[in-house]
């Protein structure tokens, strides 16, 4: 099994262009969550999925939208970045939801600078 | 809302040492901990977790952590360290029956020679 995917690795990115995030996943896990992780600050949940077709916000979802149309992929959307995204994502996924005794498997992230 | 604080940025030990990472937090109802640790340009990885049951958790690598419900802590412990343990450790939480993991801000451990 791979687990979490995530591409691209990097990524520079200039204001105002958009990109898309990919994060997939070979574990059949209902639940999906894209997290940002900045210096000094930890994670901050930006949206997350408990099935195909069910998204909801998390902590910081301002200048960002998801989908999720199969149960394997869960893309982040940026659609007009900003220097405040320059981050690194982290994209997870568990098979039930936090609280059930179930930890998140992470993907080895992917770094966004925007200049 | 739900809360983590780890104290300290940075924790140095000397190999063959115990360590320990604290962890407190706030939260409603009862808690669901967790350690992860992160190795440079990777994702995090799962280490242990507290649900219920015996205060004392242990997990992967030789590492422990000990619940204490009266001061909200989850520290992290480990009788002898060594330096291949160098990483950055979050300590999360999320509440019972609820979906969201709050992580702290991580702390630094470098163990050395």
């Known amino acids: 099994n791979a687990g979490v995917t995530q591409t691209p690795k990097f990524r520079i990115l200039k204001i105002g262009q958009s990109m898309t995030l990919q994060c997939t996943q070979d574990m059949n896990h209902n639940y999906m969550y894209w997290y940002r992780q900045d210096p000094g600050m930890g994670l901050k949940l930006i949206y997350y999925s408990v099935g195909a077709g069910i998204t909801d916000k998390g902590e910081v979802p301002n200048g960002y939208n998801v989908s999720r149309s199969t149960t394997e992929d869960f893309p982040l959307r940026l659609e007009l970045a900003a220097p405040s995204q320059t981050s690194v994502y982290f994209c997870a996924s568990s098979p039930t939801q936090v609280s059930y005794n179930s930890p998140l498997h992470f993907g080895n992230g992917t770094r966004l600078t925007v200049t | 809302a739900q809360s983590v604080a780890q104290p300290e940025d940075q924790v140095n030990v000397a190999e063959g040492n115990p360590l320990t990472v604290k962890c407190t937090y706030s939260v409603s109802g009862n808690p669901y901990l967790f350690w992860y640790v992160q190795y440079p340009n990777r994702g995090l990885q799962f280490l242990l977790k507290?649900?219920?049951?015996?205060?004392l958790v242990k997990g992967s690598y030789g590492f422990e952590a000990e619940f204490n419900k009266s001061q909200t802590s989850f520290h992290l412990k480990k009788p002898s360290a060594l330096v291949s343990d160098s990483a950055l450790y979050f300590c999360a939480v999320a509440p019972g029956g609820g979906n969201k993991l709050t992580f702290g801000t991580g702390t630094q451990l470098k163990v050395e020679l």
């Open positions: 507290y649900i219920t049951g015996d205060n």
